[in-house]
């Protein structure tokens, strides 16, 4: 009983070591977000905090394209000790399993979740002269014409993909989907009427929502946003009830990474999140952050798996 007492204690004491020494070298912090994107902005500021918090540098290391998978694969190659992070999209987590038949990299036994970062919900954009006022609009013109009326994204699987692909079994209608490759792209098609409509973030949305190009006709959330008190929910909007579209990221750790570490970047991070000017920036880009810690925000990512793979089943969608 006593060597077990001790072998306990000597446990504890190690990892007390090992959470007190934690970062003993610089951090870099891997994305699959291009430099000047929300996110990507955000884990800048992050990244701010914790170097002064940890007293060494910490670093965005930006490797964008290739669905993530470039980051992912930088990442995977990098230490394992805690010092090489990534941001990712929950998408990687929810929808790829799904529309993937195979990935190059397995969400559970390559990565631990640490924390996620914010959530944003989207915005349901038209153009600034657009005819339709509310998105009973849409679906009515949906209905009295099928398969006609289109709407785009920038790929097959993102949020914007799959929320307008909901929005269609949900609501019975059959629409056209228009890639682009940019975001820019996406939003300019929808202010010049090339597109009849398109989900939007405020942060991708929001620069030709603020020049008076576009105009949000509804939120796709379970309440309507502060700042933006104005915007009715989808339901309220002529939509199906409880309709939901967000996106988000989280920071990632190699799997395996003793616990008292995991815990300690989770707590740093968090700390950081609350921070005043972290607030404000998530404020500017429409971002709400996530009340979950991780294993609620890990049973989250496994109840939207489930409901993605059903949309995405719906929708025949896949990328291989």
């Not at 973030?201 to 030709?208: Q, V």
Request: aromatic share 10%.
């Amino acid at each position: 009983m006593i060597w077990r007492i001790v072998a306990v204690l000597m446990l504890c004491s190690v990892s007390n070591v090992q959470a007190q020494s934690f970062p003993s070298k610089p951090v870099r912090i891997i994305t699959a977000f291009p430099i000047g994107s929300g996110p990507e902005g955000v884990g800048r500021l992050v990244a701010e905090k914790l170097s002064k918090n940890w007293g060494v540098p910490v670093t965005i290391e930006s490797k964008p394209g290739g669905n993530g998978f470039i980051a992912i694969d930088s990442f995977k190659r990098g230490a394992n000790d805690g010092t090489d992070l990534i941001l990712l999209d929950n998408v990687h987590f929810t929808a790829y399993p799904h529309l993937f038949k195979k990935l190059p990299y397995d969400p559970k036994s390559d990565f631990e979740v640490v924390i996620p970062l914010f959530r944003t919900y989207f915005f349901v954009t038209v153009a600034s002269d657009s005819k339709y006022k509310s998105v009973g609009d849409i679906l009515s013109d949906a209905r009295a014409n099928p398969g006609k009326l289109n709407y785009g994204s920038w790929s097959v699987g993102n949020p914007v993909h799959l929320g307008s692909a909901l929005l269609e079994a949900r609501s019975g209608v059959e629409m056209q989907h228009v890639i682009y490759k940019e975001t820019s792209q996406l939003y300019t098609a929808v202010s010049t009427g090339e597109l009849a409509f398109a989900l939007g973030s405020n942060a991708t949305a929001g620069p030709l929502f603020r020049a008076g190009k576009l105009k949000y006709i509804a939120i796709a959330a379970p309440h309507r946003l502060i700042g933006y008190k104005e915007i009715p929910t989808v339901a309220e909007s002529g939509g199906p009830k409880d309709f939901e579209v967000s996106g988000g990221t989280v920071i990632v750790a190699p799997k395996g990474l003793p616990r008292v570490v995991v815990e300690k970047i989770n707590n740093d991070i968090a700390h950081a999140l609350v921070e005043p000017d972290v607030r404000e920036k998530f404020a500017s880009f429409g971002y709400e952050p996530v009340a979950a810690n991780r294993e609620q925000f890990s049973l989250y990512l496994q109840a939207e798996s489930v409901r993605q793979s059903a949309v995405i089943e719906k929708a025949k969608a896949a990328l291989d």
